[in-house]
């Protein structure tokens, strides 16, 4: 499935990044254009804005109800049936390009020395030339990803 989320769901699209979904976000983007990218590129539109899903072209979309953003993954996650536990972790969260493995000596001196020196595996964007390792905000983000996920926190 791809995304595009309009300007109130920034927050949204990042998180939807984390759980590796393909969701492109513009914070400046009037709804004709949001529409016209959704339909040309084959993306659902999120969105929470009433007066936009009224539109007869508005094309697959899905109205957000809640504004609280542990709320809004769930209601995509649970709307779609999203299975995220094979693509946790897989875009980048910043410009949504897949990140590639990059082996450990290719990194040399563009992470600090302490995580160079203690982690193991590192990431790349080709897009925005961002490196990313397994660091404790991980560990922190697949806790609260397994929270909101979980059946018992519906």
Known sequence: MKFIADFTLGRLARWLRILGQDTIFYNKLDKDMLIRIGK?????ILTKDTK???RR????HLFITSNRIYDQVKEVVNHYRLGCEDTLFTRCIICNTELIYIERGEIKG???DFVFNSKDRFYKCHNCKRI???GTHK???KRKIEEILSPLSS
């Open 57 to 60: 072209d508005i094309g697959d």
């Open 139 to 141: 560990e922190k983000m």
């Open 110 to 112: 563009m992470v600090p």
């Open 52 to 54: 936009l899903i009224k």
């Open 132 to 134: 990313f390792w397994e």
């Open 40 to 44: 040309e590129k084959g993306r659902i």
